[in-house]
């Protein structure tokens, strides 16, 4: 009779009735605050992740306007991987064919995630591909530039170099970047 009790509570603790639980956009203490300083634009992002991870899952990828900056958010399945994220200074090229990327420049942010991967175990790609136009105002144009050998890269399209930050937030994984309006000053 317990095991039915426990089986039961389990079935309750499990239950998607209410919805998924609400999060802060940020972690505690930085979504008061805005998230972390925006960095120079001549400021590399390199944070790597320890060898032994598994690859994430690229799930979903979405560009938004906030007041002062714009937002790209790159949510996870699995782990989460390392990211290099560094304004490029020769125009962006894909990484097994080398074909030049579609961003529109004259400048182009590249975020790259380490292990990661934007296909499932079949094969079949896990978030729709090709260049996306968000034409705000910081991002013009995205464009996935690689996924190949556990390493998936994004060329984000801009206007000129600006300042950004990045953060890495959990539940569920994601790396988000934000790229300063030219001329809004730090939010």
């Given at each position: 009779?317990?095991?039915a009790v426990a089986i039961g509570i389990a079935a309750d603790a499990c239950s998607r009735n209410g919805g998924p639980p609400q999060r802060p956009p940020l972690p505690s203490g930085q979504a008061e605050a805005g998230g972390p300083r925006f960095l120079p634009a001549t400021t590399i992002v390199d944070?790597?992740?320890?060898?032994?991870v598994a690859p994430a899952t690229v799930v979903a990828v979405r560009a938004a306007a906030h007041e002062g900056f714009d937002r790209l958010t790159v949510e996870l399945a699995g782990s989460s991987p390392g990211y290099r994220v560094a304004w490029r200074t020769t125009p962006p090229r894909h990484c097994?064919?080398?074909?030049?990327?579609?961003?529109?420049?004259?400048a182009w942010l590249e975020l790259r995630l380490d292990p990661a991967q934007a296909?499932?175990?079949?094969g079949r790609v896990s978030i729709a591909g090709g260049t996306e136009q968000p034409k705000l105002g910081a991002l013009r144009t995205l464009e996935l530039s690689c996924d190949f050998e556990g390493v998936v890269s994004w060329a984000l399209g801009a206007p000129r170099t600006l300042p950004f930050r990045?953060?890495?937030?959990?539940?569920?994984?994601?790396?988000?970047?934000?790229?300063?309006?030219?001329?809004?000053?730090?939010?």
């Open positions: 009779m317990s095991l944070e790597p992740t320890a060898s032994a097994g064919s080398g074909e030049p990327v579609k961003a529109t420049g004259p296909h499932d175990a079949e990045v953060m890495a937030l959990s539940d569920p994984p994601r790396v988000v970047v934000d790229v300063e309006h030219a001329g809004s000053g730090s939010p």
